[in-house]
């Protein structure tokens, strides 16, 4: 035990160094102003998947537009001044491309992570950002949004944890609106989930999912840096994460019969249509009734 961590604290004190580089690098072209938008921390855009400057525009670029289209396609006026969530932001990927490519709306954004947060409040002091809890609820008024979207959240989250957090975004959406949400499906586990989550492959593994309807697996890093969080070297990759955090893949017949019991309708799923990898459901808020 005390030879993995002391191998741990390796791994930690290399990255801090690299990272302490990278940032350098990063401040000095934003400050340049060589590219023309907003450079998130290393170390905070890392966290959120993207390992450089390319893949964090690129990836948002992929993630945003197929939102757009398919906001637009269900009759959102993205060209108004509509309200809008980004719910588990990061550190803004697709809202750098939303706020500039469709200024008119009022844009909110939340993420558990302070750090996150206090970036997307830097660099687009026209989002009304916010730090929200692990569980419900959010600090909205209910009917407050026109369109919910999240991209790489349900992904992560124990599949307990889901029926309330849809629930809850239903109660802020409007009736009538809408929320897209992003799943990792049966194109996800067959380019990455199969080898590295389950080491299964792909054939088998999806094959599980069709059968299972949902899998999850827990971070297997999780459970050390949450009890280190905050010592030298070790960071907050966890920070907010207050309960199961991992893997999860959902086939899109579980999304289907299993998200309907929340106040939306399921109208579509699109596979494998967000960054070429996850699926991409539009949920229609339901009539409200009473109890829902």
Not at 55 to 79: H, N, T
Not at 137 to 159: G, I, K, N, R, W
Request: charged share 25%.
């Amino acid at each position: 035990m005390d030879e993995t961590v002391s191998e741990s604290r390796s791994r930690l004190a290399a990255a801090a160094i690299a990272k302490a580089l990278i940032t350098g690098s990063q401040r000095i072209l934003e400050k340049s102003r060589l590219v023309g938008f907003p450079v998130p921390p290393y170390g905070l855009m890392r966290r959120t998947g993207p390992k450089s400057l390319w893949q964090y525009y690129a990836g948002g670029l992929r993630s945003y537009l197929p939102i757009a289209v398919l906001a637009q396609s269900q009759g959102i006026d993205l060209r108004s001044g509509i309200n809008v969530l980004d719910f588990g932001c990061g550190v803004g990927r697709q809202l750098l491309h939303f706020t500039h490519d469709y200024p008119a709306p009022t844009y909110f954004a939340c993420d558990v992570h302070p750090e996150n947060v206090a970036f997307v409040r830097r660099a687009y002091p026209r989002v009304f950002g916010s730090v929200n809890g692990f569980v419900p609820p959010l600090d909205y008024e209910t009917d407050q949004f026109d369109l919910v979207y999240s991209v790489s959240v349900f992904s992560h989250l124990a599949p307990d944890q889901h029926l309330p957090w849809l629930r809850e975004l239903a109660r802020v959406v409007k009736a009538g609106g809408y929320a897209m949400l992003t799943t990792e499906g049966p194109t996800a586990v067959r380019r990455r989930m199969a080898t590295k989550v389950w080491r299964e492959h792909p054939d088998e593994a999806v094959a599980a999912l069709e059968r299972e309807g949902v899998r999850y697996r827990e971070y297997d890093d999780l459970g050390w840096h949450k009890t280190h969080e905050g010592e030298p070297l070790v960071g907050q990759k966890y920070a907010g994460v207050d309960g199961s955090y991992g893997n999860t893949a959902m086939s899109p017949a579980y999304v289907r019969r299993a998200w309907s019991r929340a106040g939306f309708d399921v109208i579509n799923i699109v596979e494998g249509v967000i960054d070429r990898r996850q699926d991409l459901v539009v949920l229609r808020r339901a009539e409200r009734a009473t109890g829902v």
